[in-house]
């Protein structure tokens, strides 16, 4: 299994920055992962997709973020972030981690793992 835990969220003002943070970790096989990506959740809202990183090398960013999030992850695959600057109050909701193994991982599954969630307030 894959767990995954976010920390970074916080309360900003407009403008700010704010880096979250993913940690990965597994147990009892070892796996290798195709993408990692970043959701946020709105209160009251339905999950919205907001950036991916695949094979550690090609970005894709939701239109609203582009040119001021980023997402990257370390070597090992062991730590994925999110840094965001230029934040506005819209950005506000609750960010998750979700991580997408390999087909050819033993703990393979077509939904993916997803973390808690930590909440980030875009407010003055």
């Known amino acids: 299994q894959v767990e995954l835990v976010e920390s970074g969220g916080g309360l900003v003002q407009p403008g700010g920055s704010l880096r979250l943070t993913c940690k990965v970790s597994g147990s009892g096989s070892t796996f290798n992962i195709y993408s990692m990506s970043w959701f946020r959740q709105p209160s009251g809202k339905p999950r919205q997709w907001v950036a991916t990183?695949?094979?550690?090398?090609?970005?894709t960013y939701w239109p609203s973020v582009k040119g001021r999030f980023t997402i990257s992850s370390n070597s090992a695959q062991d730590t994925v972030y999110l840094e965001m600057n230029n934040l506005k109050p819209e950005d506000t909701g609750v960010y998750y981690c979700?991580?997408?193994?390999?087909?050819?991982?033993?703990?393979?599954?077509?939904?993916?793992?997803w973390g808690q969630g930590t909440q980030v307030t875009v407010s003055s």
């Open positions: 979700k991580v997408d193994l390999a087909l050819t991982s033993d703990y393979y599954r077509p939904e993916g793992y």
């Open positions: 990183l695949t094979n550690n090398i090609t970005t």
